[in-house]
Antibody, heavy 122, light 110 residues
Framework: QITLKESGPTLVKPTQTLTLTCTFS??????????VGWIRQPPGKALEWLAL???????RYSPSLKSRLTITKDTSKNQVVLTMTNMDPVDTATYYC??????????????WGQGTMVTVSS | SYVLTQPPSVSVAPGQTARITCGGN??????VHWYQQKPGQAPVLVVY???DRPSGIPERFSGSNSGNTATLTISRVEAGDEADYYC?????????????FGTGTKVTVL
């Protein structure tokens, strides 16, 4: 059974750095072709892709947010960590992690975590 | 940047067919994925690579993609299909590759 769970602070202040952890089970990020991505969704708005890391440590970032994002993995712990600097109230959103290439051989995000809501406010 | 445009809402009676469009420049040359999101829940992949279904997704969900429009079709609509639906592609056509999501369509079952 494949599961993912996002964790991190529920409230951050403007200008602070956000660190989110995705802990997963049921697959390995050392398997060829597998990736784990982060996607966010502001309240009442559409989904927005943030970053993705592959089994070979290749990384991709949203062009609009690239300067603020860092994605890393710890294969031994089955975790992927996303950091986002200089947080702003517009970054208030539910943050999801989701893998690629696990259930289907595709670049679709095939299973999603439950998400974690992050509010940016002073 | 690449833009995917969806109608904000689609209404359909139970048992009828719902068609949700996703418009993008030459989207027919890309692989399109579709997600269903019910209120308060995480998205669920319902169609990938234009027309394939993950295991556990009913055959009532189908997809097509050609030219500048991709379409998700839900046949024999049920009350449980009421949700937001998002299309998504990988756009590598520019110097800044990006996973792009559509604007989302709310499906209402009358």
């Amino acid at each position: 059974q494949i599961t993912l769970k996002e964790s991190g602070p529920t409230l951050v202040k403007p200008t602070q750095t956000l660190t989110l952890t995705c802990t997963f089970s049921g697959f390995s990020l050392s398997t060829s072709g597998v990736g784990v991505g982060w996607i966010r969704q502001p309240p009442g708005k559409a989904l927005e892709w943030l970053a993705l890391i592959y089994w070979n440590d290749d990384k991709r970032y949203s062009p609009s947010l690239k300067s603020r994002l860092t994605i890393t993995k710890d294969t031994s712990k089955n975790q992927v960590v996303l950091t986002m600097t200089n947080m702003d109230p517009v970054d208030t959103a539910t943050y999801y992690c989701a893998p690629q290439g696990v259930r289907v051989v595709s670049d679709a995000f095939d299973i999603w975590g439950q998400g974690t809501m992050v509010t940016v406010s002073s | 940047s690449y833009v995917l445009t969806q109608p904000p809402s689609v209404s359909v009676a139970p048992g009828q067919t719902a068609r949700i469009t996703c418009g993008g420049n030459n989207i027919g040359s890309k692989s399109v994925h579709w997600y269903q999101q019910k209120p308060g829940q995480a998205p669920v992949l319902v169609v990938y690579d234009d027309s394939d279904r993950p295991s556990g997704i009913p055959e009532r969900f189908s997809g097509s993609n050609s030219g500048n429009t991709a379409t998700l079709t839900i046949s024999r609509v049920e009350a449980g299909d009421e949700a937001d639906y998002y299309c998504q592609v990988w756009d590598s056509s520019s110097d800044h590759p990006d996973y792009v999501f559509g604007t989302g369509t709310k499906v209402t079952v009358l």
